[in-house]
Antibody, heavy 121, light 107 residues
Protein backbone atom coordinates (compact mmCIF):
# COMPACT_ATOMS: atom_id res chain seq x y z
CA UNK A 1 0.00 0.00 0.00
CA UNK A 2 1.27 3.44 -0.94
CA UNK A 3 1.88 5.87 1.92
CA UNK A 4 3.19 9.41 2.14
CA UNK A 5 4.08 10.46 5.69
CA UNK A 6 4.97 14.08 6.38
CA UNK A 7 6.95 15.72 9.15
CA UNK A 8 5.25 17.37 12.10
CA UNK A 9 3.78 20.81 12.65
CA UNK A 10 6.06 23.81 12.70
CA UNK A 11 5.84 27.29 14.23
CA UNK A 12 8.09 29.88 12.64
CA UNK A 13 8.81 33.56 13.04
CA UNK A 14 8.25 35.90 10.11
CA UNK A 15 11.31 35.93 7.86
CA UNK A 16 12.35 32.41 8.80
CA UNK A 17 12.42 29.29 6.61
CA UNK A 18 10.70 25.93 6.96
CA UNK A 19 11.56 22.52 5.53
CA UNK A 20 8.83 19.89 5.30
CA UNK A 21 9.64 16.25 4.56
CA UNK A 22 7.51 13.64 2.82
CA UNK A 23 8.59 10.03 3.31
CA UNK A 24 7.12 7.60 0.81
CA UNK A 25 6.66 3.85 0.90
CA UNK A 26 4.87 1.11 -0.96
CA UNK A 27 6.03 1.98 -4.48
CA UNK A 28 9.17 2.85 -6.45
CA UNK A 29 9.99 6.40 -5.36
CA UNK A 30 11.64 7.33 -8.66
CA UNK A 31 8.64 6.22 -10.68
CA UNK A 32 6.27 9.09 -9.85
CA UNK A 33 6.50 12.85 -9.53
CA UNK A 34 5.87 14.42 -6.12
CA UNK A 35 3.68 17.53 -6.02
CA UNK A 36 3.26 20.02 -3.19
CA UNK A 37 -0.06 21.76 -2.49
CA UNK A 38 -0.95 24.09 0.36
CA UNK A 39 -4.21 25.12 2.01
CA UNK A 40 -4.55 28.22 4.15
CA UNK A 41 -7.02 27.96 7.06
CA UNK A 42 -10.56 27.76 5.73
CA UNK A 43 -9.37 28.28 2.17
CA UNK A 44 -8.95 26.30 -1.03
CA UNK A 45 -6.04 24.37 -2.48
CA UNK A 46 -3.00 26.07 -4.02
CA UNK A 47 -0.54 24.08 -6.14
CA UNK A 48 3.10 24.94 -5.42
CA UNK A 49 5.10 22.78 -7.79
CA UNK A 50 6.58 19.37 -8.33
CA UNK A 51 9.83 17.44 -8.30
CA UNK A 52 10.76 14.51 -10.53
CA UNK A 53 12.53 12.16 -8.09
CA UNK A 54 14.41 10.30 -10.80
CA UNK A 55 16.23 13.39 -12.10
CA UNK A 56 15.70 16.00 -9.42
CA UNK A 57 14.13 18.34 -11.97
CA UNK A 58 11.61 20.76 -10.54
CA UNK A 59 8.86 23.12 -11.68
CA UNK A 60 7.51 25.79 -9.38
CA UNK A 61 4.38 27.91 -9.52
CA UNK A 62 5.12 31.54 -10.33
CA UNK A 63 3.77 32.63 -6.93
CA UNK A 64 6.58 30.76 -5.18
CA UNK A 65 9.48 31.32 -7.57
CA UNK A 66 12.58 32.38 -5.66
CA UNK A 67 11.22 31.27 -2.29
CA UNK A 68 10.60 27.54 -2.68
CA UNK A 69 13.05 24.72 -3.25
CA UNK A 70 12.00 21.11 -3.71
CA UNK A 71 14.58 18.36 -3.27
CA UNK A 72 14.67 14.64 -2.73
CA UNK A 73 16.82 11.91 -1.24
CA UNK A 74 16.30 8.76 -3.27
CA UNK A 75 18.22 6.63 -0.76
CA UNK A 76 15.42 7.09 1.75
CA UNK A 77 12.51 7.69 -0.67
CA UNK A 78 11.85 11.12 0.77
CA UNK A 79 10.96 14.45 -0.79
CA UNK A 80 11.43 17.85 0.80
CA UNK A 81 9.89 21.29 0.38
CA UNK A 82 11.81 24.31 1.66
CA UNK A 83 10.05 27.68 1.84
CA UNK A 84 11.97 30.82 2.80
CA UNK A 85 11.14 34.38 3.86
CA UNK A 86 7.96 33.30 5.58
CA UNK A 87 5.12 35.73 6.26
CA UNK A 88 1.80 35.29 7.99
CA UNK A 89 0.27 34.61 4.56
CA UNK A 90 2.26 31.37 4.48
CA UNK A 91 0.36 29.97 7.46
CA UNK A 92 -1.22 26.87 5.94
CA UNK A 93 -1.32 23.10 5.82
CA UNK A 94 1.24 21.86 3.32
CA UNK A 95 0.59 18.58 1.52
CA UNK A 96 2.77 16.37 -0.62
CA UNK A 97 1.02 14.14 -3.12
CA UNK A 98 2.12 11.47 -5.58
CA UNK A 99 1.42 12.22 -9.21
CA UNK A 100 -0.14 9.31 -11.10
CA UNK A 101 -0.14 9.23 -14.89
CA UNK A 102 -2.00 6.91 -17.24
CA UNK A 103 -2.66 7.40 -20.94
CA UNK A 104 -2.29 11.15 -20.72
CA UNK A 105 -4.43 11.54 -17.62
CA UNK A 106 -2.67 12.78 -14.50
CA UNK A 107 -4.00 12.96 -10.94
CA UNK A 108 -2.74 13.17 -7.35
CA UNK A 109 -2.98 10.01 -5.27
CA UNK A 110 -2.39 9.52 -2.46
CA UNK A 111 -1.71 12.64 -0.44
CA UNK A 112 0.35 12.95 2.71
CA UNK A 113 -1.47 13.72 5.93
CA UNK A 114 -0.46 17.38 5.79
CA UNK A 115 1.92 19.55 7.81
CA UNK A 116 0.62 22.67 9.54
CA UNK A 117 3.06 25.57 9.30
CA UNK A 118 2.18 28.53 11.49
CA UNK A 119 4.00 31.80 10.95
CA UNK A 120 3.68 34.10 13.93
CA UNK A 121 5.80 36.40 16.02
CA UNK B 1 -3.14 30.39 -15.72
CA UNK B 2 -6.36 28.45 -16.19
CA UNK B 3 -9.09 29.57 -13.79
CA UNK B 4 -11.43 26.94 -12.40
CA UNK B 5 -14.85 28.05 -11.18
CA UNK B 6 -17.04 25.71 -9.17
CA UNK B 7 -20.68 26.13 -8.35
CA UNK B 8 -22.32 26.23 -6.00
CA UNK B 9 -19.81 27.14 -3.28
CA UNK B 10 -22.00 25.33 -0.76
CA UNK B 11 -25.21 23.36 -0.71
CA UNK B 12 -27.47 21.68 1.82
CA UNK B 13 -28.69 18.18 1.11
CA UNK B 14 -30.23 15.14 2.76
CA UNK B 15 -29.22 11.51 2.83
CA UNK B 16 -30.55 9.85 -0.30
CA UNK B 17 -30.49 13.01 -2.41
CA UNK B 18 -28.98 13.27 -5.85
CA UNK B 19 -26.73 16.27 -6.31
CA UNK B 20 -24.58 17.78 -9.01
CA UNK B 21 -21.59 20.10 -8.64
CA UNK B 22 -20.28 21.91 -11.68
CA UNK B 23 -16.82 23.14 -12.61
CA UNK B 24 -15.99 25.48 -15.46
CA UNK B 25 -12.50 26.08 -16.88
CA UNK B 26 -11.48 29.44 -18.32
CA UNK B 27 -10.23 27.66 -21.44
CA UNK B 28 -10.54 24.20 -22.91
CA UNK B 29 -8.79 21.51 -20.88
CA UNK B 30 -9.96 18.54 -22.95
CA UNK B 31 -10.85 15.87 -20.38
CA UNK B 32 -7.98 16.67 -17.99
CA UNK B 33 -10.19 17.30 -14.98
CA UNK B 34 -10.00 15.60 -11.59
CA UNK B 35 -12.38 15.65 -8.63
CA UNK B 36 -11.26 15.35 -5.01
CA UNK B 37 -13.16 14.94 -1.76
CA UNK B 38 -11.86 16.48 1.45
CA UNK B 39 -13.22 15.84 4.93
CA UNK B 40 -12.45 18.18 7.86
CA UNK B 41 -8.89 17.81 9.09
CA UNK B 42 -8.02 15.30 6.37
CA UNK B 43 -6.11 15.38 3.12
CA UNK B 44 -8.01 15.39 -0.17
CA UNK B 45 -8.69 12.07 -1.88
CA UNK B 46 -9.24 11.58 -5.58
CA UNK B 47 -12.70 10.44 -6.65
CA UNK B 48 -12.71 10.94 -10.40
CA UNK B 49 -9.81 11.43 -12.80
CA UNK B 50 -9.79 12.40 -16.46
CA UNK B 51 -13.30 13.83 -16.12
CA UNK B 52 -15.17 10.53 -15.95
CA UNK B 53 -12.92 7.72 -14.70
CA UNK B 54 -13.81 6.41 -11.26
CA UNK B 55 -10.81 5.91 -8.99
CA UNK B 56 -10.45 2.35 -7.72
CA UNK B 57 -12.31 1.83 -4.47
CA UNK B 58 -14.62 4.84 -4.90
CA UNK B 59 -18.35 3.96 -4.71
CA UNK B 60 -20.24 3.91 -7.98
CA UNK B 61 -22.71 6.55 -6.73
CA UNK B 62 -20.01 9.06 -7.74
CA UNK B 63 -19.75 9.92 -11.42
CA UNK B 64 -18.12 12.60 -13.53
CA UNK B 65 -18.92 14.03 -16.92
CA UNK B 66 -17.90 16.77 -19.32
CA UNK B 67 -15.11 17.87 -21.59
CA UNK B 68 -13.66 21.10 -22.91
CA UNK B 69 -14.65 23.75 -20.40
CA UNK B 70 -17.71 22.37 -18.58
CA UNK B 71 -17.67 19.48 -16.13
CA UNK B 72 -19.89 17.97 -13.48
CA UNK B 73 -19.62 15.69 -10.48
CA UNK B 74 -22.81 13.84 -9.63
CA UNK B 75 -23.53 11.94 -6.44
CA UNK B 76 -26.60 9.73 -6.51
CA UNK B 77 -28.17 8.54 -3.25
CA UNK B 78 -26.08 10.75 -0.95
CA UNK B 79 -24.68 8.87 2.04
CA UNK B 80 -23.74 10.26 5.50
CA UNK B 81 -20.04 9.89 4.72
CA UNK B 82 -20.42 12.07 1.61
CA UNK B 83 -20.86 15.30 3.57
CA UNK B 84 -17.55 16.94 2.75
CA UNK B 85 -15.92 19.54 0.51
CA UNK B 86 -15.32 18.76 -3.15
CA UNK B 87 -12.67 20.32 -5.37
CA UNK B 88 -12.08 20.14 -9.09
CA UNK B 89 -8.57 20.43 -10.49
CA UNK B 90 -7.33 20.87 -14.03
CA UNK B 91 -4.43 18.66 -15.12
CA UNK B 92 -4.09 20.16 -18.59
CA UNK B 93 -1.32 22.66 -18.01
CA UNK B 94 0.95 24.15 -15.36
CA UNK B 95 0.36 25.65 -12.94
CA UNK B 96 -2.22 23.12 -11.83
CA UNK B 97 -5.23 24.99 -10.54
CA UNK B 98 -8.17 24.03 -8.35
CA UNK B 99 -11.71 25.22 -8.05
CA UNK B 100 -12.58 27.06 -4.86
CA UNK B 101 -14.46 24.09 -3.47
CA UNK B 102 -18.07 23.09 -2.84
CA UNK B 103 -19.08 22.29 0.71
CA UNK B 104 -21.89 19.76 0.99
CA UNK B 105 -23.70 20.18 4.29
CA UNK B 106 -26.55 18.43 6.05
CA UNK B 107 -29.93 20.04 5.41
Amino acid sequence: QVHLVQSGAEVKNPGASVKVSCKTSGYTFTGNWIHWVRQAPGEGLEWMGYIIPNSGDTHYAQNFQGRVTMTRDTSISTAYMDLTRLTSDDTAVYYCARGVANSGAVWLDPWGQGTLVTVSS
Amino acid sequence: DIQMTQSPSSLSASVGDRLTITCRASQSISSRLNWYQQKPGKAPEVLIYNAASLQSGVPSRFSGSGSGTDFALTITRLQPEDFATYFCQQAYSFPRTFGQGTKVEVK
